[in-house]
C-alpha cells in the first residue's frame, strides 16, 4: 500500500466515538475507543481483556500492520482467535477467524530477525461488524458489546468463588503470583467482568473453550462457565502434586536407603564384618577354584586373571569382562569325574526296560559297553546312531547315560551356522560366551558327562564360520585332549566325554567328521514291534499325563495293530504316538459326558478316532511288466512298484516317468540297454525293441526318486514285457546293474528287508555282494522270508520266470 492510501486509512482509523483522547500511559476499559481498527489472527489461544502479556508474530505478513498501529494515536489493535496453525490463511471469507476478539493496546515493539515481539495490553470484548480490507493489514469496523444488568447478589457469590479458586491455584503453583500481581495494578478484587476473564486465562484450557468464554457476554453465564474451567485446573493441579509428591517420597526413600547402605558397607569394614564387592569377588573365585583340581596352566591363568581383576576398578568395562571370565573359569569342572557304573547285567535290563526290539542295537551298545568294562573307562569313541525319525535314537542316548550311571547333556547341531556355538567367542566381543562343551561341562559338573550332537546331519555353514569343521577337533580322540575354547582359552580335556550324535541320513554328513564315528543304525520297527512299544510306553505315558486310569480308558490290541498298519506306517513310531494321543483326547470327551462309563476302543471304533484308514490293505500290482522294487528312503524302507508297457510299434523309442534322479534315469538306460542287447539269450524276440516304443513308469509321481538300486528290477519289468509274460507274484528286489549284467550291492538291506515285511512281500532277490549284511539281521527279521542272492541278471531270470510255473498272460 502507498504512503498516499496508507493516510486515508489512517483518518479513518483514527476516527473516536467521542471527543476525549489519552494516548499517553495505561488505557483502562471505561476509556472512548476507535470504531475502527487493524485486526491481527492468533492461533495459540485467545486474548482476554484482562490480560497483560507478551505477543510474537511474524514479520511477514504483520510486521506492516503493527507499523499503521503505531502510527495511529490510540495504538489499538484487535486480536483474533483462529484454530489454525497457520494464522496467515484466516481471510476473513473462509469462517476460520472468530469475530469476537479481544482489542488491546500495544506497547515496546521489538524487531529480531523475521520475528516482532510486542506487549499487549487488554482493554475489552470487541466484534467484527464489516471488513474494510480484507487482505492484509486486515481493517474492520467494530463494537464493543456491553453486558447487560445482573442481580448484584449473584454476581457477589461468584465474585468469591473465583477470588477463593484463584488463591487455591496459587497454593498449587506459585508462579501464579507475577500475574495476580499486574491484574491487581489495573484491577481491583470486585471487578467481576475483569476478574472472570483473569480467572479464565489462568487456566492452562484449550484454545475453543477460551474462545467459548470470550464469546459470553452476559456476566453470570461467563463466570458460570470461567469456575468449572478452574476447578478442572485444580484437579489436575492437585494430581499434579499428588504425582510428584509421591515421586519425591520414592526419591528420598532410595536416596536414605542408598546412603545408610553405604554408611553400613564403611562401618562393616571398619569393623571387619565384611568386604568390598571387588573383593567378595575374589574370594568368592578362589574358593570355587580350592575345591577344584584344575592343571598347572589352568592355575596359572587364574591367578593371572584375578591379580588383574583386585587392580580394576568396579566401574571399569575391563572389571566386568574380567570378572565374568573367572566366572566361567571356575564353574568348569576342572579334575571332576563321576563314576562309571560296569555292569553289564544291568545296563542290558536298562536297556530292555526303555527299549522294545532293536535286540541287534542293544547288543552292539553292550558290547561298547563291556570293552569299556575290560579296560575299566568308556572313552575314545564316538557312537553315531542313524535311523529314520522316531525309531528311539534320542532315548537310547539317555538310557546309556542311565546304564553308565554318567550324568547327560544335550543339544541340537541342526542349522547351526556359527562355530562360535562349537568353540566360543573370543573375549573381545561384547557379549562373548563359550562354546557349548563348555556349557555343557558346567551344567553337568563333572568332566566325563554324555554329550549327545542331535541332527548332526542337518548342520550347516555360513559366512560366520564352518560349525562341522569345528567338530573335528571336538570330536576326534586323538585331539579333544587338548580342545581349546576361545573364550576360555586354556586347554580342555574332552576325552573322557561320551559323544553320541544322531542323525537321519549320512549323505550330508562331511566326510572327515563321519570318519571319527561308530556308525550304529536304527532301521525302523515292524509291525509286531510296533505293538510292543504301544502296549508297554506309548499308551500308559499318554494315560498317565492325561490323568487316566487303564480301567477308564482302553484301548485292544487289536485296534492298536489296525492303527499301526492302516495310520502309522513310518518306519519310527512318533505318528504312532500321535494317533494314540488322538485317541485319549476323543475318549475324555466322552469320558466327561459318562463319567460311569469306560470307554473301550476297538478296531470298529477306530473310524469315528481316527477317520478312514490313510493305508488300506494294497492289492499287489500285478500282470505283464510290473515288479516290485525296495528302496531306501530317510524316513525308512519302502516298496516301489515299477510299471513298463509297450505304446506302439511304430518306431524304437524309451520314455521315462515318475520324476526321476539322473542316477536313477541312468540305471533305467542301462537296464533297457543290457536287456535289449541280451533279449535272445533270455527266450525273448530279439527284434522287440527295434520297432517297440517303451514307457517305464514308476508310481507316486509327486515323490521325487534316485538312486541306481532299481537297475534289477526295472531290467526285469523290461524283460517281462519283451517276453509277454508276468513275472513270478510276490516277489521284491533291490540290486544295482551294469551293462555286462552283473548285480553290485546297495546299501539300507535293513530298511529295505522291513519294508518288505511290512508289505507281506515273502520272496527278496538281494545282490550276492549283500549276503553279508543279511546274515546280520536278527532272526526275527528274517523268518518266512525266501532270499535269493544273485551275482548276475541270470540268476534274477531264474527266480523271476524259470521258478514259476510257466503261464503266459493274453496282452490286450
Not at 542 to 565: E, F, H, P, S, Y
Request: proline share 6%; aromatic share 6%; glycine share 8%.
Amino acid at each position: 500500500m502507498s504512503n498516499d492510501n496508507s493516510n486515508d486509512v489512517l483518518e479513518d482509523v483514527t476516527e473516536y466515538i467521542g471527543k476525549e483522547e489519552n494516548s499517553k500511559g495505561l488505557a483502562l476499559p471505561q476509556q472512548l475507543m476507535p470504531r475502527r481498527m487493524y485486526i491481527l489472527p492468533v492461533s495459540n489461544r485467545p486474548f482476554l481483556p484482562a490480560q497483560v502479556q507478551p505477543v510474537m508474530v511474524n514479520r511477514d505478513p504483520w510486521e506492516e500492520t503493527l507499523k499503521r498501529v503505531g502510527e495511529t494515536d490510540h495504538q489499538v489493535l484487535g486480536i483474533c482467535y483462529v484454530d489454525n496453525p497457520t494464522a496467515e490463511n484466516a481471510i476473513p471469507d473462509s469462517g476460520e477467524l472468530e469475530t469476537m476478539g479481544c482489542a488491546v493496546r500495544i506497547h515496546h515493539v521489538q524487531r529480531e530477525d523475521q520475528r516482532i515481539q510486542f506487549i499487549a495490553q487488554g482493554l475489552q470484548r470487541v466484534r467484527i461488524v464489516q471488513w474494510l480490507r480484507r487482505k492484509p493489514p486486515y481493517l474492520v469496523e467494530v463494537e464493543y458489546p456491553d453486558p447487560p444488568e445482573e442481580a448484584p447478589d449473584e454476581l457477589k457469590a461468584y465474585t468469591l468463588a473465583i477470588i477463593t479458586a484463584i488463591k487455591e491455584l496459587l497454593r498449587t503453583n506459585p508462579l501464579y503470583g507475577e500475574e495476580v500481581k499486574q491484574y491487581l495494578s489495573r484491577f481491583g478484587p470486585d471487578d467481576s467482568s475483569p476478574l472472570a476473564d483473569f480467572g479464565a486465562s489462568m487456566t492452562g484450557a484449550p484454545g475453543s473453550e477460551l474462545q467459548d468464554v470470550l464469546n459470553t457476554v452476559p456476566l453470570l453465564r461467563r463466570m458460570e462457565k470461567v469456575l468449572l474451567l478452574m476447578r478442572k485446573e485444580l484437579e489436575v493441579a492437585r494430581l499434579q502434586a499428588e504425582i510428584s509428591e509421591e515421586v519425591n517420597d520414592k526419591v528420598q526413600k532410595h536416596q536414605r536407603e542408598f546412603f545408610l547402605k553405604e554408611q553400613l558397607k564403611v562401618i562393616q569394614r571398619e569393623l571387619g564384618i565384611a568386604k568390598d564387592d571387588k573383593t567378595a569377588d575374589a574370594e568368592r573365585f578362589e574358593q570355587r577354584m580350592a575345591e577344584l583340581d584344575p592343571p598347572e596352566h589352568v592355575r596359572g591363568q587364574f591367578d593371572e586373571e584375578l591379580q588383574k581383576l583386585q587392580m580394576l576398578e568396579q566401574g571399569s568395562p575391563e572389571y566386568g569382562v574380567t570378572r565374568n571370565y573367572l566366572d566361567w573359569l571356575t564353574q568348569v569342572p576342572w579334575g571332576k569325574h563321576s563314576q562309571d557304573h560296569f555292569d553289564l547285567a544291568q545296563a542290558r535290563k536298562i536297556l530292555d526296560r526303555d527299549h522294545d526290539g532293536l535286540d541287534d542295537i542293544k547288543e552292539r551298545i553292550a558290547e561298547f559297553l563291556a570293552e569299556g568294562t575290560f579296560k575299566g573307562e568308556v572313552s575314545g569313541s564316538i557312537l553315531l546312531l542313524v535311523g529314520p525319525p522316531g525309531v528311539g535314537k534320542t532315548s537310547i542316548g539317555h538310557s546309556i547315560a542311565d546304564a553308565l550311571g554318567r550324568e547327560f547333556y544335550r543339544f541340537s547341531v541342526g542349522g547351526m551356522r556359527d562355530e562360535a556355538e562349537i568353540k566360543g567367542h573370543r573375549r573381545t566381543y561384547i557379549g562373548a560366551m563359550p562354546g557349548k562343551f563348555v556349557q555343557a561341562l558346567k551344567d553337568t559338573k563333572v568332566s566325563n558327562p554324555v554329550i549327545m550332537l542331535d541332527e548332526i546331519d542337518k548342520i550347516g555353514a555360513s559366512y560366520q564360520g564352518d560349525p562341522a569343521s569345528a567338530l573335528l577337533e571336538t570330536l576326534d580322540p586323538e585331539q579333544n585332549r587338548e580342545f581349546l575354547d576361545h573364550y576360555l582359552d586354556v586347554r580342555m580335556d574332552l576325552s573322557k566325554v561320551l559323544f553320541i550324535c544322531t542323525a537321519n541320513q549320512l549323505d550330508t554328513i562331511p566326510r572327515p567328521l563321519l570318519d571319527r564315528m561308530d556308525v550304529i543304525r536304527l532301521s525302523g520297527y515292524i509291525t509286531e514291534e510296533k505293538l510292543a512299544i504301544a502296549k508297554h510306553y506309548l499308551l500308559p505315558r499318554r494315560l498317565k499325563q492325561a490323568g487316566l486310569l487303564k480301567k477308564q480308558l482302553n484301548i485292544t490290541d487289536a485296534a492298536l495293530k489296525q492303527v499301526i498298519d492302516g495310520y502309522a506306517r513310518e518306519a519310527g513310531v512318533r505318528n504312532l504316538d500321535k494317533l494314540i494321543h488322538k485317541i485319549i483326547r476323543k475318549g475324555i470327551v466322552k469320558l466327561l459326558d459318562a463319567p460311569d462309563t469306560p470307554v473301550k476302543v476297538g478296531v470298529s471304533d477306530l473310524a469315528s478316532y481316527l477317520g478312514q484308514p490313510l493305508f488300506k490293505k494294497e492289492r499287489g500290482l500285478k500282470g505283464v511288466g510290473v515288479v516290485t522294487g525296495l528302496a531306501w528312503t530317510a524316513m525308512g524302507g519302502a516298496t516301489l512298484s515299477i510299471e513298463a508297457s509297450r505304446i506302439h510299434t511304430n518306431h524304437r523309442g524309451f520314455k521315462l516317468t515318475g520324476q526321476l534322479g539322473d542316477v536313477m534315469k541312468e540305471s533305467a538306460e542301462i537296464a533297457y540297454s543290457y536287456i535289449a542287447s541280451n533279449l535272445k539269450r533270455y527266450r525273448g524276440d530279439a527284434a522287440f525293441f527295434d520297432k517297440s516304443f517303451v514307457h517305464l513308469h514308476v508310481p507316486a509321481g509327486a515323490t521325487p526318486k534316485d538312486g541306481p538300486s532299481a537297475g534289477i528290477t526295472i531290467a526285469t519289468a523290461l524283460l517281462s514285457i519283451a517276453r509277454n509274460e508276468p513275472p513270478r507274484q510276490n516277489v521284491a528286489m533291490t540290486g544295482e546293474l551294469t551293462l555286462t549284467g552283473q548285480v553290485l550291492p546297495v546299501g539300507g538291506i535293513r530298511e529295505k528287508v522291513i519294508a518288505a515285511r511290512r508289505q507281506k512281500i515273502s520272496t527278496l532277490v538281494l545282490p550276492e555282494a549283500n549276503r553279508g549284511d543279511y546274515d546280520e539281521l536278527p532272526d526275527y527279521l528274517k523268518e518266512g522270508l525266501e532270499v535269493h542272492f544273485a551275482k548276475n541278471f541270470g540268476e534274477v531270470f531264474q527266480v523271476c520266470f524259470e521258478d514259476k510255473p510257466r503261464k503266459r498272460a493274453s496282452v490286450h
